[in-house]
């Protein structure tokens, strides 16, 4: 069975830094890509950053782009997104998301391409 769950989220003042991890078990593919989602109160899930392996493609929204990383730890189990200069318009519920044999590009990350799901990471930036 294939489980994603994300963790690293919490409280954090505006201009601050927070480490989200979605950690994958069951996922045993050669080649995969693992967006990020956020979905503020009010809005739709937006879709804010994407990496697969083995190609190392990474996608990020102009939104955060310049602020975030995506990162990967050796055994590729675990998807790290590190967010820096955190923003009161950041705070969401964010929820990473994979599918096999996907490979990010330019054009964007998207829920409806994403096979399997985590039940997302509160993030709340304060001013």
């Known amino acids: 069975e294939v489980q994603l769950v994300e963790s690293g989220g919490g409280l954090v003042q505006a201009g601050g830094s927070l480490r989200l991890s979605c950690t994958l078990s069951g996922f045993t593919y050669e080649a995969w890509g693992v967006g990020w989602f956020r979905q503020a109160p009010g809005k739709e899930r937006e879709g804010i950053a994407c990496l697969s392996s083995p190609d190392g493609t990474t996608y990020y929204t102009d939104a955060v782009k310049g602020r975030s990383t995506l990162s990967t730890d050796n055994t590729k189990n675990t998807v790290f997104l590190q967010m820096d200069g955190l923003k009161p318009e950041d705070t969401a519920v964010y929820y990473c998301?994979?599918?096999?044999?996907?490979?990010?590009?330019?054009?964007?990350?998207?829920?409806?391409?994403?096979?399997?799901w985590g039940k997302g990471t509160q993030v709340t930036v304060s001013r």
């Open positions: 998301a994979a599918r096999p044999f996907y490979y990010c590009s330019s054009y964007g990350v998207f829920s409806e391409a994403m096979d399997y």
